[in-house]
């Protein structure tokens, strides 16, 4: 779980005696109940790969709450919805597979986070239960582990975003891609 990075840091303002009790209570590698229920009644979660020289990135991902779910006990699954078309996390999982997300409940201050192995496979059988997927990610939990929720502010949802599919819903097309500056560089199906 720890690097010397971390530990450097730990001794430095004496945490390694915390860090490692935290590690042994709340580490894990698999998904327990309460996890499989927090995981899959998020509507939003951030993603954060990193490319083949580890130059990082992260994501928000978002989609109407169930939109993530957990598929084994050490396995969640996620729809990739149409974007901007630059791929740039998928991108970089098809050359670093390592990824972590972090969900988050604003209302009730919660998080939780995973880091795990990311696949992407082009005929996952389970494309046809995501609605609107283009592609569907796999993420093998490597560490499921709570955080301490102290900083999150509290916020709260207002709406689902329109453009989150749905059964019976087509979502509109967003406005950047009908501007004169895109509109004819878009993929041929959507010109």
Known sequence: MYHDGNRSLQDLFDSRLIADRL???LHRTRFNDEDREFVESRAMFFLATADADGWPDCSYKGGR????????EDTLAFPSYDGNGMFKSLG???RNPRVGLLFMDFEKP????VNGVASIDFADPLIDSFVGAQLVVRVKAEHVFPNCP???HRMTLEEVSVYAPAPAHEPPVPEWKKMDAFRDYLPRRER
Do not use: T
């Open 65 to 72: 709450p169930g939109f993530v779910r957990v598929i084994a």
């Open 92 to 94: 970089n999982v098809l």
């Open 110 to 113: 919660k998080r939780l986070r």
């Open 23 to 25: 590690v042994e209570v």
């Open 150 to 152: 102290r900083y999150i």
